[in-house]
């Protein structure tokens, strides 16, 4: 299964949301809509009454992550399970009629959504998701972003599981920030040690008088 794209739908949803800096795109039925990507026959269903639904799922699935990020497991797979339960999806063969070069279909596994609204449909996937990646490759794979105060959520794929930030952009970010931390402190360090030899110097000059 394509664990990266299916667990990407949770990513976005909880990511429309910066709760620091009090950003929420989640505002329309058209920003509902555009969560699903390409996936254009299901953000048809979409409506008004799925922005809220899918604020309140977006809640659910940040408290995953926030659950991991603080190695809280066992919290974060009862979260997951509980969405798991209220939206369940169906594991399908699916050739989308790609075919191979000797003319068969390149089959994989789908997740087949049977949802009453877009939002039971999105929680689905996202949900599904998730636990794959989990499942597979660790609750400390969900984390959630170290540069103050973005706190964006992101799952963790690189072989090492070295990932602390959402983005390139936040990482170069907590760098620079962190430098000039470093900077400052060796200056305080250097006028300090500066200060300390003028007063010993004034007290050796002292005691010589």
Same mark, same amino acid.
């Given at each position: 299964?394509?664990?990266? +794209?299916?667990? *990407?739908?949770?990513?976005?949803?909880?990511?429309?949301?910066?709760?620091?800096?009090?950003?929420? @795109?989640?505002?329309?039925?058209?920003?509902?809509?555009?969560?699903?990507?390409?996936?254009?026959?299901?953000?048809?269903?979409?409506?008004?009454? *799925?922005? @809220?639904? #899918? /604020?309140?799922?977006?809640?659910?699935?940040?408290?995953?992550?926030?659950?991991?990020?603080?190695?809280?497991?066992?919290?974060?797979?009862? =979260? =997951?399970?509980?969405?798991?339960?209220? #939206?369940?999806?169906?594991?399908?063969?699916?050739? $989308? *009629?790609?075919?191979?070069?000797?003319?068969?279909?390149?089959? &994989?596994? $789908?997740?087949?959504? $049977?949802?009453?609204?877009?939002?039971?449909?999105?929680?689905?996937?996202?949900?599904?998701?998730?636990? #794959? &990646?989990?499942?597979?490759?660790?609750?400390? %794979?969900?984390?959630?972003?170290?540069?103050?105060?973005?706190?964006?959520?992101?799952?963790?794929?690189? @072989?090492?599981?070295? /990932?602390?930030?959402?983005?390139?952009?936040?990482? @170069?970010?907590?760098?620079?920030?962190? +430098?000039?931390?470093?900077?400052?402190?060796?200056? *305080?360090?250097?006028?300090?040690?500066?200060?300390?030899?003028?007063?010993?110097? %004034?007290?050796?000059?002292?005691?010589?008088?």
């Amino acid at each position: 299964m394509e664990l990266a +794209y299916y667990s *990407d739908y949770a990513v976005r949803l909880v990511n429309s949301e910066e709760p620091a800096r009090g950003k929420d @795109t989640l505002a329309s039925v058209e920003a509902v809509r555009e969560l699903f990507g390409a996936n254009q026959s299901a953000a048809r269903r979409a409506t008004d009454a *799925d922005v @809220t639904r #899918f /604020r309140s799922v977006r809640a659910r699935l940040r408290a995953v992550f926030e659950a991991a990020d603080g190695g809280d497991e066992t919290l974060a797979v009862d =979260l =997951l399970n509980s969405l798991l339960l209220e #939206f369940p999806v169906s594991p399908q063969i699916s050739g $989308h *009629d790609v075919r191979d070069d000797d003319g068969r279909p390149l089959w &994989h596994m $789908h997740l087949a959504d $049977h949802p009453s609204n877009a939002t039971a449909g999105y929680a689905a996937i996202a949900a599904m998701g998730l636990a #794959f &990646h989990l499942t597979e490759y660790g609750v400390d %794979r969900l984390g959630l972003c170290e540069a103050s105060p973005c706190r964006n959520a992101y799952v963790d794929t690189s @072989t090492n599981r070295s /990932r602390r930030y959402c983005s390139d952009r936040c990482a @170069t970010r907590a760098n620079v920030a962190a +430098y000039r931390a470093r900077k400052r402190l060796e200056a *305080d360090r250097s006028q300090k040690t500066g200060l300390a030899a003028d007063s010993a110097q %004034r007290s050796s000059a002292s005691g010589e008088r």
